[in-house]
T-cell receptor, first 113, second 113 residues
């Protein structure tokens, strides 16, 4: 089955700097890669996703890149702000009737003022 | 939280007692999921449902059962709670199995003494 590994587990960056979180997956059939943000005391919420037919997707300060050959994808947050402090999860799934989303172990991002 | 409620939000129970967690949605989404979240493990799927009375196991289903008698309600039961089931439990919903956004509830914090 699919296995998703996420690094680093914790990340601290200065406000205004960029943050990068990396994930690798094992199932070459995976074609959908969402990223979720979880604020303290709340459930995870989708912030961006990418499908295997594109290599990069941007939404304001957030971007995700996908390298299918290497089976890894990354989340990039530019010009970080205090409200970016949260736990971030990557995930992967394949298109089939039995495929479910598999989540990475999470990255706790802290923004230093 | 996309019309998803979980009850109770917090529960303390003793080893060996039965526990039922409830998830209720107002979005009429076909798929419903139960995850547990533990430090270092991210979100792990316990069980999911693809329709009324249609359920299937996830990666950590041992010790848990589920039922879905109505589209809007998905129950998670711990028949005989153990300390290893101390966790935060999240319900989620989606329109498709693995290729679209999952919307998460606010979570239930369960402590088994």
């Amino acid at each position: 089955g699919e296995n998703v590994e996420q690094h680093p587990s914790t990340l601290s960056v200065q406000e205004g700097d960029s943050a990068v979180i990396k994930c690798t997956y094992s199932d070459s059939a995976s074609n959908y890669f969402p990223w979720y943000k979880q604020e303290l005391g709340k459930g995870p919420q989708l912030i961006i996703d990418i499908r295997s037919n594109v290599g990069e997707k941007k939404d304001q300060r957030i971007a995700v890149t996908l390298n299918k050959t290497a089976k890894h994808f990354s989340l990039h947050i530019t010009e970080t702000q205090p409200e970016d402090s949260a736990v971030y999860f990557c995930a992967a799934s394949a298109y089939s009737s039995a495929s479910k989303i598999i989540f990475g172990s999470g990255t706790r991002l802290s923004i230093r003022p | 939280d996309a019309g998803i409620t979980q009850s109770p939000r917090h529960k303390v129970t003793e080893t060996g007692t039965p526990v039922t967690l409830r998830c209720h949605q107002t979005e009429n989404h076909r798929y419903m999921y139960w995850y547990r979240q533990d430090p270092g493990h991210g979100l792990r799927l316990i069980h999911y449902s693809y329709g009324v009375k249609d359920t299937d196991k996830g990666e950590v289903s041992d010790g848990y059962s589920v039922s879905r008698s109505k589209t809007e309600d998905f129950l998670l039961t711990l028949e005989s709670a153990t300390s290893s089931q101390t966790s935060v439990y999240f319900c989620a919903i989606s329109e498709s199995l693995g290729q679209e956004t999952q919307y998460f509830g606010p979570g239930t914090r369960l402590l088994v003494l």
